[in-house]
């Protein structure tokens, strides 16, 4: 037993809890969810427990030396305690609800309360807080609400503390909004009153540990094996991209799959505001902003860090989303050598994608004339991929556009691929395919030069 683990003039006691009941991390969250499922009555109950258990653990432990304590020792201590306060309220409990509120209360103590089990989950995409009640989950691209909830909202500000404190941000009145990121990579938003209304928010977007390839976007049905190759083609040819797309249709998920065609021994440097990029090049220098300090001083933004990446020398420059002045400094880099650039932008279409483009480059507050605006973009930027999440939750590459010059003050653009819906199935599910349009790539001279073999695209035309 730990030295120092239970407060001075404690006895530590041994609970008959061995690590045979340790479970795999999916099997924790299936049995918490299905016990979550409880009618409210039964839930309430559990609740008022777990928290009479939390605070007795919380007045018994010593919680500064908690993290050099061994997990089942930990373990051993708390189930202990869970068999004292139930001895003592004479409260008979079966084995499977002992084992499971003993797992509650390390998640109390090690991570997340309620919502470990949806962290641990591979189903879960996202996880929407609203309020200490109500938690949803998206899995598939369907959102549904959970059994999932908070004993109030001081517990769940005390895990949205928990969260935002572990990587050195706050949260308070003054700061009531906080973006971060969990050890695993996941993105983190919190609000919490005055500016949320109804009682804290809290939105999750799970890091994928094993990101997507262009060959699994193929089997979901996202992309085609035509497509696929045509954009590996891109990016081996050093074409500058724009990924465009509505929140959670996939463009990070994208631009992850097309990366992995860049060459090795090329020198990237990657820059976002959370680092979600999983590039699996050795080469790769990764760039994160930071917010200002409580004083308001000390911020780093991505127009910083991108002019500071064009003095790294860098073969490619890869920002995580463009959402202000810094897409001047990104157009400047693309039209003075950086090649094979990509980046993400949220729009509905296409051409919306320009037009945001062409909006967050006047943000720099210099008075440039419009057609100067558009004319970095069109020649700067060479092809735009549009995805969306459609009405049955899954997401598709709509269209693949190439920005092929201007015409008086517009910038012109062509579908060599586009998404042609043919109806419905029984189920809701939107059918259709990406398919070429027969369109010759304006840059297509380009790609033979970078000696790429266009016959196997089958694009009309060649």
Known sequence: ???????????????????????????????????????????????????????????????SVIDKVQTEELRREVANLVQQVLAEEKRPMRTEDFKQIVDELMDEVLGFGPLEPLLADPSVNDILVNGHERVYVERFGILEQTAVRFRDERHLLRIIDKIVSSIGRRIDESQ???DARLADGSRVNAII???????????????????????????????????????????????????????????????NAMSRSIETRERIVTIEDA???????????????????????????????????????PDRIIVGEVRGAETFDML????????????????????DALSRIEQMVTMIGIDLPLSAIRSQIAS?????????????????????????????DTITM???????????????????????????????????????????????GE
């Open 1 to 63: 037993m730990f030295k120092g683990f239970t407060k001075t003039g404690e006895k530590p006691a041994v609970a008959d809890v061995t690590a045979e009941t340790q479970e795999s991390s999916v099997e924790i969250a299936e049995r918490a969810l299905r016990t979550l499922n409880a009618p409210d009555a039964k839930l309430t109950e559990r609740l008022e427990l777990k928290n009479r258990l939390h605070t007795a653990l919380l007045e018994r432990l010593n919680l």
């Open 176 to 178: 009531p909004w906080v």
């Open 193 to 255: 009153r005055p500016c949320a209304i109804d009682g804290p928010s809290l939105s999750i977007r799970k890091f994928s540990t094993k990101p997507i390839l262009l060959e699994k976007m193929v089997e979901l049905g996202s992309l085609t094996s035509q497509a696929t190759d045509f954009l590996e083609t891109l990016v081996q040819a050093r074409m500058n991209i724009l990924i465009s797309g509505g929140t959670g249709s996939g463009k990070t998920t994208l631009l």
């Open 275 to 313: 680092a979600e990029l999983q590039l699996q090049q050795e080469h790769v220098v990764r760039l994160e902003t930071r917010p200002a300090t409580p004083s308001g001083t000390g911020a780093i933004t991505q127009r910083d860090l991108v002019k500071n990446a064009l003095r790294m020398r």
């Open 332 to 351: 400047q880099a693309m039209n003075t050598g950086h090649d094979g650039s990509m980046t993400t932008v949220h729009a509905n279409t296409a051409r």
């Open 380 to 408: 700067g930027l060479n092809f735009v991929i549009q995805l969306n999440r459609l009405s049955d939750g899954n997401r598709k590459v709509m269209s693949i556009s190439e920005i092929t010059g201007m015409e008086a």
């Open 414 to 460: 062509q579908d060599l691929f586009v998404f042609k819906r043919s109806g419905k199935d029984d189920n809701g599910k939107v059918l259709g395919n990406l398919v070429p349009t027969g369109m010759r790539p304006q840059v297509a001279e380009q790609l033979i030069a970078a000696g790429i073999d266009l016959k196997p695209l089958q694009i009309a």
